[in-house]
């Protein structure tokens, strides 16, 4: 029997996120421009997501309308409230402040609305956690710069963190830069964190071109625009306390955990490389502020050659995070055995586990990883830890006007025990934000019915419903957890 009591600390940071261009709608409305994400079809379980160079009539983009969070933010900020939440993760649409990007002075609009709501989330005493850079940046820059292949990105990324620090002043302290920018690490991320765009009316992921090898030219622009978003982060975290010390920024990583898919060493060495690729590589840079000593044999091997430029690695140095955060959905399994079949995961493909259940959606279902891994990030970086995405994405069922969600309840729950079990190793894990507090637009697959939310919005995959909210049987349960500090889990 263990000693050390399983508790959170007084002061953890409860509540869920959201991205803009996820749950906003009003996608041209009040001088907003276009983002990247303005330009992505739906697709489904199935069928991908396309970019399309047009804007055209009969297309289905669910960014458009969302769930028109925009206009609704105070109905659905109170309800946040109403399950205690102390933090609340949402982005800030980077094409409402400067429509086109490069602007020199931004769209006051665009300014007014976020200070309306983090003025909303403060009456609740809820502390925003703000995401500068969601997989929405403004289409005219990928169009006309090639998105984050160009340095001038770096500038016009800082004017735009500049104006949102001083205006958001005593407002906002907490600052993500990039949502999940290790997904550049693979070709995934080209488009959605690189604005690296493909060609008309291709797949959002490049699963077209998966059959064709990447040239040495496209992996050394990916890494590029990872080197510039770096370059950007870490100049940003440094003007963010410059402007004011009371704020804390941090970077933000997707994790997928790579086990051995067997014992067999060369397994468990292709496992130590995924996890170093994969996560480590972008933690290091962020957090230790150099690039680890593994990806010099990594960008031989595979002929990458980043476009750097002086000084660039004395801010990396100077431009640390002060606290680390991620999302966590699944884990994986590595294997050298080509035979050992692909599947799909959050942002990652990987084998799966034998060992574990997965969803709807194919992503394996793991609390346990995520207790391994908080362990691993901690040990590596002795940061603060929060984990600001994790659930599961499912389709929910309205009986009677109530939407029994069960499977999202246990899900919740073995993670929390898990993160619990974590905090009494030794981790300092100082919050939680669930994905997608209120149903909104999955990211991968462009559906409404791939749903995390404690809150249901009703509106369907072709973009049909009323759009009215509705509390799920998961609503009353996190209210509990978080009401006392995550000692009631009970279903
Ligand atoms: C992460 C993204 C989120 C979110 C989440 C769930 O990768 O940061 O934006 O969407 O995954 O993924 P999905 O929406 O595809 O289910």
Known sequence: MSKILTKFPENFLWGGAIAANQIEGAWDVDGKGASIADHITAGTKSSPRRFTKEILSGENYPSHEAVDFYHRYEEDIKLLAGMGFKVFRLSIAWSRIFPKGDELGPNKAGLEYYKKVFLECRKYGIEPLVTLSH????????????????????????????????????????????????????????????????????????????????????????????????????????????????????????????????????????????????????GDVCAKGKYPYFMNRYFADNEITILKEEGDDEIIRQGTVDFMTFSYYSSRCATVDPKVIQTAGNMMMGVSNPYLQASDWGWTIDPKGLRILLNDLYSRYELPLMIVENGLGAVDKVEDGQIHDLYRIQYLKAHIEEMKEAIADGVNLIGYTPWGCIDLVSASTGEMEKRYGFVYVDKDNSGNGTLWRRKKDSYEWYRKCIATNGEDLSV
Request: glycine content about 6%; some cysteine.
């Open 135 to 282: 997989y929405e940046m403004p289409y005219h820059l990928c169009e006309t710069y090639g998105g984050w292949t160009n340095r001038k990105l770096i500038e016009f990324f800082w004017r735009y963190c500049e104006t949102v620090f001083k205006e958001y002043k005593g407002l906002v302290k907490y600052w993500l830069t990039f949502n999940e920018m290790n997904t550049l690490v693979s070709r995934f991320g080209t488009l959605l964190c690189g604005g690296i765009l493909p060609e008309d009316g291709e797949d959002i992921f490049g699963m077209r071109r998966r059959n064709i090898p990447e040239t040495k030219e496209e992996r050394s622009a990916r890494f590029t625009a990872l080197h510039n978003q770096f370059v950007a982060g870490a100049k940003v975290a440094l003007l963010a306390h410059e402007i004011d010390c009371e704020n804390k920024v941090g970077c933000m990583l997707t994790t997928a955990p790579s086990y051995p898919y067997t014992c067999n060493p060369d397994d468990v060495f292709e496992a130590k490389n995924q996890m170093n690729r994969s996560i480590f590589f972008c």
